[in-house]
């Protein structure tokens, strides 16, 4: 059983990561541990062939450097944490199994983390084909096939320094399978005890843009190599000539069970000032805590307030939003609002409509900052998306986890598409959809206020939550994937 397996660790300090050469090489199928450090004078002064230089971990020349390494041995292993490892009983004898048996490219697995005394389950969820965005979870511990390491690292042209390790697994995935195996396999320490709402706004924090422009980059390159690219050409402007509309715009708010917010959003509408005819639809759905008394209230005072109670009991956000849009007294253009937020001034609508106009496009995202519920700004504060370019926003978008806010449609366009009846990912289906064929507008400037707090449907989710989450954008990935891969074999 020995000579199976070489190991990669990242390598801090010898002190750190002794334990974990240990626990690796306690399993008769290891025959060496390669330590990659981004120390170069550690390296050089060690002079141990076993402790190599690396520019970074994720970059093009660490996978070099493992496929150079692990020659003469048919599988490798990466372990991504400089924390101690615990692996479970035969773990790397039930990886090989896996791998051998599926022929797969790469396999990882579920685990468990460690917080001090307490031990938690922390699975994670089957690789896609829409797998694309460069968070993706394996957890710390991904065991290779080796050959197929080596030939794949042989086809990378790019060097990258931060996006090398994800630029190897988009084009192993095209090779063989990526592989989930639903067991516990190991004990890795957890590392970041941040909430999910803390974590979802990495991609847009300005301290990662350098990281963010190469993913982009290898991402597009991935979807050049599969087929699913999509030109500048092949975006085209729309025509907003449809008439039938008594007003030029509706804002759309589905609420349940917002009475501490849903006056804030309502105000916030009311308020704007436009040179054309607005009104403001609320799907009210079966609210329980004060909030229908609230808009009874608005509606009866101002006849630009719709008040709609579903007569559906199966509506999530995305089918309150269809109801919306679907009633005859929606504008030409539906602007999005959240119930627990306001638009950052009385001139919001208008900037959204005028954009319209002047791009031609069917959908327009604006910019928005962050606030605790008392709406002081919170870190990140401004939210403005500008990885987002007219030149390669339709094809980035299948590689990042959401698209903005506030949001709006050109509304026969989206009587054509309803959204998902969901109340997640709803949002950023529709604007994968969108994207393949039309323009989007963008607003980089703040135009709406975000507030954060414990009431956000994903303020503090469970792995669980969490999982289901990331799993369902996964899948819209796919079959957005899948769409424009059948739309370039139809046009050729």
């Not at 990466?78 to 791998?99: D, E, H, N």
């Not at 599926?102 to 690789?127: C, F, K, L, N």
């Not at 965005?133 to 990378?156: I, L, Q």
Request: some cysteine; proline content about 5%; hydrophobic content about 35%.
């Amino acid at each position: 059983m020995k000579d199976q397996i070489t190991c990669f660790v990242p390598l801090a300090d010898k002190e750190q990561v002794a334990p974990i050469i240990e626990e690796l090489s306690a399993s008769p199928m290891v025959s060496r541990v390669v330590m990659l450090t981004t120390d170069e004078q550690l390296a050089r002064s060690t002079g141990r062939e076993d402790i190599l230089y690396v520019p970074s971990l994720q970059s093009t020349e660490a996978i070099f450097t493992m496929a150079r390494m692990s020659r003469g041995t048919p599988y490798l292993i990466y372990y991504t944490k400089y924390t101690p490892l615990r692996l479970g009983y035969l773990a790397l004898k039930r990886m090989v199994q896996v791998m051998e048996n599926t022929h797969a490219s790469m396999v990882y697995a579920d685990r468990y983390q460690q917080d001090g005394d307490e031990q938690r389950p922390a699975p994670v969820i089957d690789y896609q084909r829409g797998s694309l965005r460069d968070d993706f979870e394996f957890g710390s511990v991904m065991m290779f096939r080796a050959n197929v390491f080596r030939a794949t690292a042989v086809t990378m042209s790019s060097s990258y320094h931060f996006a090398g390790l994800y630029d190897l697994r988009l084009r192993l995935s095209e090779r063989a399978p990526i592989v989930h195996i639903d067991e516990y396999l190991y004990t890795e320490v957890l590392s970041d005890r941040r909430k999910s709402g803390e974590k979802i706004f990495d991609y847009v924090d300005p301290r990662n843009r350098e990281s963010q422009i190469e993913m982009e980059r290898a991402c597009t390159d991935y979807l050049r190599s599969v087929g699913a690219y999509i030109s500048p050409d092949e975006i085209k402007p729309l025509a907003l000539d449809t008439t039938g509309f008594t007003r030029e715009a509706s804002v759309i708010i589905p609420v349940r069970n917002r009475v501490r917010t849903i006056e804030d959003a309502v105000r916030s509408v009311l308020s704007q000032q436009a040179s054309f005819d607005f009104n403001l639809i609320v799907i009210d759905n079966h609210s329980t805590d004060g909030t229908t008394d609230i808009l009874c209230r608005y509606a009866a005072d101002d006849p630009r307030v719709i008040h709609l109670i579903p007569e559906r009991n199966d509506l999530g956000i995305g089918g309150c939003w269809n109801l919306g849009v679907q009633h005859d007294a929606c504008g030409r253009f539906a602007v999005q609002l959240d119930s627990d937020d306001i638009y950052k001034d009385e001139h919001t609508l208008r900037t959204v409509v005028e954009t319209f106009h002047r791009e031609q496009c069917a959908m327009v995202i604006g910019s928005y900052q962050m606030t605790d519920f008392h709406l002081q700004p919170i870190p990140p504060g401004l939210i403005d998306h500008k990885e987002w370019t007219p030149e390669n926003g339709h094809n980035n978008a299948l590689r990042v986890n959401g698209l903005g806010a506030p949001r709006a449609f050109y509304t026969p366009l989206l009587r054509a598409l309803p959204l998902p009846n969901t109340s997640y990912g709803e949002d950023y289906a529709i604007g994968l959809t969108v994207s393949r064929n039309y323009r989007i507008g963008r607003i980089y400037d703040p135009i709406y206020i975000c507030r954060r707090w414990e009431d956000n449907s994903d303020a503090a989710l469970d792995v669980t939550r969490s999982n289901r989450n990331n799993f369902y954008k996964d899948k819209i990935r796919t079959w957005e994937l899948q769409a424009r891969i059948r739309m370039h074999e139809e046009i050729s």
